[in-house]
């Protein structure tokens, strides 16, 4: 049975679906998988909350409530991130002293027991303030944890990364990535990154701002981060004087770098150097595996290949994740938090 056949079988094909993680207050979900094991981060007002699943996402245990650093940014794709190894879960967030744009610090924080208890919190940019638009992304291999953000310290947004060698106990100096020649990247978009080869490669994409245009851009390192180098994906471009709040995913699979972005009011599935593929009208798109999951005029889709089905009319940021060979999204919808695994 295809990946849509067997969706299409699971699910009703419209109408809002019953969230999977009751908390009506829950906000910008995001999602790991490991095995069997799921755990999902979320926020709830300046709150980071985990829960996690052992049985593929058909349950969930009680939330754990994390330490809190402050005033959370949250919402429009700022929020938690979650990485899972056999080892580790780390957990990172945004929080300032008065947050709402002012100031913000990139905190990471750490379980050695599967997510019942959490360090106090690491700071991660070494500049103090300078991640204060709350936009993040962090990827894992290993002990080795890569986080990405939207840096201030030079006074215009600029792409900043840092590496942690021990599971987020403590963090490595920070690196700019990318600098765009007309003076700052893309304000409000969030970026995403991969890490793999024992960190010897590292894939980022972030929207760009070049020409007036904000166009998605890929920087790669081969050299574990010392060098990167950038380049535009997709074939058109979207001239905007303004910032569409929408990043949109990255994975990495046998074929490299695939890519889920939005232009204008369409979303575009893209690989580096191959014809880009007009997936339909919406925004806030994802990937789980080769899956992409995004907001429609009409709710909450997923397509595979040819084939798409209807998750939730009532589902909103999706956030998928894949270990290679299972895959999960989860989403805000009425109520709580919508997950599915296949």
């Not at 987020?168 to 920070?174: E, F, L, P, T």
């Not at 989860?330 to 109520?335: H, N, S, V």
Request: with cysteine.
């Amino acid at each position: 049975m295809t990946l849509i056949a067997g969706l299409a079988a699971a699910l009703a094909l419209s109408g809002a679906a019953a969230p999977n993680i009751s908390d009506p207050l829950a906000r910008q979900p995001q999602a790991a998988i490991l095995g069997s094991r799921i755990g999902v981060a979320y926020g709830v007002g300046n709150s980071i909350r985990f829960v996690t699943s052992t049985d593929g996402g058909r349950t969930f245990g009680a939330p754990v409530t994390l330490p809190a650093r402050g005033v959370l940014s949250l919402g429009n794709h700022r929020g938690p991130r979650i990485v899972m190894t056999p080892s580790i879960i780390v957990i990172s967030a945004i929080y300032g002293d008065k947050g709402k744009g002012a100031d913000g610090d990139l905190i990471s924080f750490r379980s050695r027991d599967g997510g019942r208890t959490w360090s106090q919190g690491t700071r991660v940019n070494d500049t103090a303030a300078s991640a204060r638009e709350g936009l993040h992304a962090m990827a894992a291999e290993g002990n080795l944890v890569y986080a990405v953000w939207l840096d201030d310290r030079g006074g215009r947004k600029e792409l900043y990364g840092a590496a942690s060698p021990d599971g987020g106990a403590s963090w490595g100096a920070n690196q700019r990535i990318y600098q765009s020649p007309d003076g700052h990247i893309c304000e409000c978009c969030h970026p995403s990154v991969v890490v793999r080869s024992g960190g010897r490669d590292i894939d980022v994409m972030f929207r760009n701002f070049l020409g007036g245009s904000r166009d998605m851009f890929l920087a790669s390192s081969r050299d574990g981060a010392r060098t990167f180098k950038t380049a535009k994906l997709g074939e058109g471009t979207w001239p905007l004087n303004a910032c569409p709040m929408d990043g949109g995913a990255l994975t990495v699979d046998e074929e490299g770098p695939l890519t889920v972005w939005r232009r204008g009011s369409s979303v575009f599935l893209d690989r580096p150097d191959s014809k880009e593929i007009e997936i339909g009208p919406g925004k806030n798109p994802t990937l789980a595996g080769g899956a992409v999951i995004w907001t429609a005029p009409d709710g909450l889709k997923m397509r595979a290949g040819e084939g798409t089905v209807s998750l939730d009319s009532a589902g909103a940021y999706p956030a998928g994740a894949s270990n290679g060979r299972r895959h999960v999204v989860a989403w805000e919808t009425t109520g709580g938090i919508g997950v599915k695994a296949w």
